[in-house]
């Protein structure tokens, strides 16, 4: 069966202080991996594609990367405007859906 | 300005009362999708649509309904709904469907069925 878990379920930071959101995935075959940001009562916001193992993007103090089985996204001196709930969600091959993690929660204190 | 619109933002209702929920994309979308998201379950996939006229079941879809005779809107039915249906529901939309698309959500509609 497909799945995706993400880890951990709470993440506490302070500002400056870098760190890693895992999300772990079991696919028959990968097509795409996606990380969306979510901010409260709102929907969720891409940030991420991803498509092979050890492909890397970057978008301001954030970084997604892939291997087989998981992938990371490390945040780089984290501020305040970073807390909100990280997504991390597949497309297996094969078909069109897309299974989404339940999500890390990040907060970032000043 | 590009974007999901879903409505209502809020609706409580009662046990077996008919409802549908809108959602509306002015990008020219051919991909939609109707998903529920509950605490430490993360977003489930309901109901997907390809393009007009063809829709396929997700991951969730019993005691839903979609259709999509437009383009641009892939409202969601709950014909008798019941308290597990309980959630936050979002649409979202791409291009195509396909590997390299992103999705654009909605804002979301909080459902309470009493």
């Known amino acids: 069966e497909d799945q995706v878990t993400q880890s951990p379920e709470a993440l506490r930071l302070q500002e400056g202080e870098s760190s890693s959101l895992n999300c772990s995935y079991t696919v028959s075959g990968l097509r795409g991996l996606f990380w969306y940001r979510q901010d409260p009562g709102k929907g969720p916001e891409f940030l991420f594609t991803?498509?092979?193992a050890g492909e890397e993007k970057e978008k301001e103090r954030l970084k997604a990367t892939l291997t087989k089985k998981e992938s990371f996204l490390h945040i780089t001196a984290p501020k305040p405007e970073d807390s909100a709930t990280y997504l991390c969600a597949v497309q297996p091959s094969g078909g069109f859906k897309t299974i989404f993690g339940a999500g890390t929660r990040l907060f970032v204190k000043a | 300005e590009a974007q999901v619109t879903q409505n209502p933002r809020y609706l409580i209702t009662v046990t077996g009362k008919k409802l549908t929920v809108t959602c509306s994309q002015n990008m020219n979308h051919e991909y939609m999708s109707w998903y529920r998201q509950d605490p430490g379950l993360g977003l489930r996939q309901i109901y997907y649509?390809?393009?007009?006229?063809?829709?396929d079941k997700g991951d969730v879809p019993e005691g839903y309904k979609v259709s999509r005779k437009e383009k641009r809107n892939f409202p969601l039915i709950l014909e008798s709904p019941s308290p597990n249906q309980t959630s936050l529901y979002f649409c979202?939309?791409?291009?195509?469907?396909?590997?390299?698309?992103?999705?654009?959500f909605g804002s979301g509609t909080q459902l309470s069925v009493l």
């Open positions: 979202a939309s791409s291009s195509t469907g396909a590997t390299n698309e992103k999705l654009f």
């Open positions: 649509s390809m393009n007009v006229e063809v829709t």
């Open positions: 991803l498509y092979s």
